[in-house]
């Protein structure tokens, strides 16, 4: 079976989708196909009876991530306010600290960016310069920053050289400090910061594009309701469970399989993570270069826990249920309780070699070892919730692991823009190769949108009709 279509989507999570609005809009026939049953990719969220949905998956925003915002107010979705009243606290050495006796997120990002340096310009050599002046000036109880840093060092096993395990060591923390620095990277990017390339988170965390956190809002109708609210815009739905093969060349153009059926189209643009995208078999020119781009991408490893309880016994105590644990490495908790009503709720986020190591644990072990991580922070009722909702994204079979993939540590560093501008037949988008909201729901959209435009532009360039069939 042949079908023709101008541009093939592979990937209905929210890039696919906002790409094929966006080309639809400017008028060219296209089609979305996915492997799942389901659309939404990394959005999931899974509706039970008398209860919030559970997010499986992306879950919040913040006020600047204008896409996601604009979609949930066409939608009429209310937006609930992230909880955030209360003490934040971390677990270090089995001492219970107020969070902010531990470096902060933002105070992590500036000493990473002032770490890791390039030499590419003057003001570059003087900015430079004048943090290693202010750094190693610096006094700590009366002792230099330089005498401290090389007793450290003497101690330490050293992380590979281009990895964010050895730019941390670099910072020359505190142990406390470090460890809780390892645990906020670890969740993020579901891996152990020795395993990612410095440069490349560098850029990632450098291109932010917003002075506010990254977890304000929610939705209690689900998340996935944004993703509907794009799919409805099309006029051809997406094909479920139809899993690309391979994509190559045909002398009018692309081929594309899938499932025993073929489809011919003049561009196609991969949506699906990357490190999925690499089992496909694209068969394109310069398929060489492609090929390392991709497989210089790992899947990061997530598992996400709701924990509903029948009060909010965390708040009784002045504690916000924000909580980071320096060990298990890779463990935040936040209370993600919605202002409609319903139960209170923690969501415990667990990243990295940690979630990789349970992951092969039963689920029943996996959740007794968390409900004891967080008692040891909150006391014995957080070990007693009425309802756990669990989901393993370790070696997901559609997404390859965690919520995003990250450039390895031994690969190029520019791996991210190089795959965001491919250029030609076949192009890529996703959450993870956005400019300056990598890895969210809202950056999965704007790349979307982006290569969409940018394929309207050429087919204007060649001249051809390009109606909706």
Known sequence: MVEDVKVLIVGAGAAGLAAAAALERSGVSCLVLEAQSRIGGRVHSVAYAGQVPFERGAQMINGDMTAVRELSAQEKLHVSPVPSTGCDLCCVGGDVLPRTDLVSAEDLENLINDAIRSWAS??????????????????REDVGELRRGLALAATRIKPPKDSLGAAIQRLLLCPEDEAIARTMLAEQYGADPDAMSTLAVKTGLAAYASERGDAEFQFPAGMSRTIEALASKLSCQPVLNMPVSRISCA???????????????????????????????????DHAALDRLLSAFSAGDMIKTRLVYDRPFWRHKGYSGAITFASPAGLEVRDTSYDTGGNPQLTAFLGGPVARKRANLSKDHRQALLLGDIARVLGDPAGHPVDVDEALWVDHPRSGGGYNAYVRHDQPPDTVPRLAQWQGFVQFAGAELDDIFAGYVEGAIRSGCRVAARIVRALKMQGEQYAIR
């Open 122 to 139: 003057p003001p570059e050599i003087l900015r430079s310069l004048g943090s290693l002046y202010r750094w190693w000036k610096s006094p």
């Open 251 to 285: 002398p009018e153009g692309l081929e594309i399989a899938a499932k025993g059926k073929t489809y011919h189209a003049s561009h196609a643009i991969v949506v699906v993570p990357p490190t999925i995208a690499h089992k496909i078999q694209i068969d394109v020119p």
